[in-house]
């Protein structure tokens, strides 16, 4: 039989195969349902205040649901527990559960890390928390949104980010492997629009001091930007994809950059500094007021280690109307610097209302 490990308000259930699937509740009501690989099992806990909230990230251990009660839980909600492949760890709620953080307060380290006394700002902060779900609710009137921090294998996944600060979501330290999808994210950047991207993956090289936590580059590679609606009021680009960064998917997302500021030449969709990408099957829209480029531009940085940045990239089947501002839907910066690895535009992209056309260089054929 299985061994029942009780702290306040929250119960876990290790057990071994013996245990059926039958659901076990807790005098409390918090819920756990046993398992048949003999680890820790699936354990649910409501919570329905702040306190509650910040107690269950702090104690959160593989298999746990968190599930938050509709309501306004503010304050700093931070995790640095990790769930594992086969019991990952979920945060869940309806889109009327609403965190916000009022921060920041007190002085944090040079290179950001949670630190006692120390308030980020973060509406939610996943750091060392590899395999998290987090889906449905809202985060709000935060300095940034979502900061994934080394934390690999994390779904955001149907959640609303509104009325930040700075970016939205941050997939930084190299948090590899993750997934954003049918989430929403609009008005970003209130305060510094130069920093309030949708969604940024990766570090500018300036920070890889910080951030850069594999071989010196920032390697938030794989990460997935799966339909999504962004904009508007997203102060800069949509989705900032940094140098250092290889192999992503964005996919079938709707950008409406009305709103966009320019500041710090942040003026298209997307800048896709990164390598290897597939961007594909996306529809992207401008309208005043706002400042626009471009739909979709490549840039090179030289970065230290050497390698290549801004190559690489695929554009299939994306529709863009430039609003009769922006002039080329996928303006692409250099050649030279991608020899043996071009970007490719290929002609199942559609442009409307561009001054320029599709894209600088030539299309090539789907087929």
């Known amino acids: 039989m299985g061994l029942t490990l009780r702290r306040p308000g929250i119960v876990a259930i290790l057990g071994a195969t013996a245990l059926t699937a039958a659901a076990l509740t807790a005098p409390d009501g918090r819920a756990a349902a046993p ?37 306004t839980y503010r304050g700093s909600f ?10 990952p760890i979920t945060l869940t709620g309806p889109r009327d559960a609403i965190l916000i953080n009022d921060g920041p307060s007190g002085t944090g380290p040079s290179c ?36 994934l921090d080394r934390s690999e294998h994390v779904t955001v996944d149907g959640v609303y980010v509104t009325q930040v600060e700075e970016e939205g979501v941050h997939f930084r330290s190299s948090s590899a492997d993750g997934i954003i999808r049918d989430s929403r994210i609009d008005h970003t950047g209130l305060v510094k629009p130069e920093y309030g991207e949708g969604v940024y ?18 390697r938030a590679d794989r990460v997935q930007v799966i339909g999504n609606h962004i904009g508007p009021y997203v102060a800069a680009e949509h ?17 409406d950059g009305q709103g966009i500021e320019g500041q710090n030449s942040a003026d298209s969709w997307i800048d896709a500094k990164g390598v290897d990408y597939l961007i594909e099957g996306n529809t992207g ?12 531009e490549t840039h090179n940085p030289s970065t230290s280690p050497s390698f290549q940045n801004g190559c690489g990239n695929v554009w299939r089947g994306n529709d863009s109307d430039l609003g009769g501002v922006g002039k080329w839907a996928v303006n692409v910066t250099s050649t030279s610097k991608c020899s043996g690895d071009l970007n490719v535009v290929y002609d199942s992209n559609t442009v409307s209302n561009a001054l320029n056309g599709l894209t600088n260089i030539g299309v090539t054929p789907e087929n």
Do not use: H, M
Request: hydrophobic share 35%; charged share 15%.
């Open 35 to 71: 398992t048949s690989d003999g680890g820790v099992l699936a354990v649910t806990v409501p919570v329905s205040t702040a306190g509650e909230l910040r107690d269950a990230l702090a104690e959160a251990e593989p298999g746990w649901t968190i599930t938050l009660a509709p309501g």
């Open 78 to 87: 931070v995790t640095e527990n990790a769930g594992t492949s086969s019991a």
């Open 112 to 147: 950001s890390q949670p630190t006692d006394g120390w308030d980020s700002g973060y509406g939610l902060w996943l750091y060392d928390a590899d395999y998290w779900n987090l889906t449905g609710f809202t985060v709000r009137e935060s300095k940034k949104g979502i900061v």
């Open 201 to 218: 993956i990766g570090s500018a090289n300036s920070n890889w001091g910080c951030y850069g936590v594999t071989g010196g580059a920032d």
């Open 239 to 255: 989705i900032d994809v940094k140098e250092g960064t290889f192999d992503g998917v964005i996919s079938g997302n709707v950008f």
């Open 285 to 296: 829209t401008f309208d005043s007021p706002g400042v626009f480029a471009n739909g979709y």
